[in-house]
């Protein structure tokens, strides 16, 4: 499965349900519970593969780390070119 948009957010109550730890409340919780569920599975039966799932959580984390790193370029573009109108019009 290839992780091309993001899937919906986690009400808190599901973030609570869950049990995701505040450091991986971002748009993938949704994969990073996914994944913790298939492990507390894994813990019980151990023929359960959890490969799956943590190939799609850390593929979601690596798709928000580059439109994270996209949203900065544009950011400083645009307070570039901010600053740069102000020196010409001073």
Do not use: G
């Not at 190939?55 to 979601?60: K, M, V």
């Amino acid at each position: 499965m290839s992780v091309t948009e993001f899937p919906p957010l986690l009400s808190e109550e599901d973030l609570q349900k869950y049990r995701v730890p505040l450091r991986w409340r971002d748009r993938c919780a949704t994969y990073f519970a996914l994944y913790h569920t298939c492990l507390i599975r894994q813990s019980a039966n151990s023929s359960v593969s959890c490969k799956h799932d943590k190939h799609a959580w850390e593929e979601c984390e690596n798709l928000d780390y580059i439109r994270r790193q996209n949203e900065l370029k544009v950011a400083k573009e645009k307070r570039k070119a901010e600053l740069a109108e102000a020196a010409e019009s001073d």
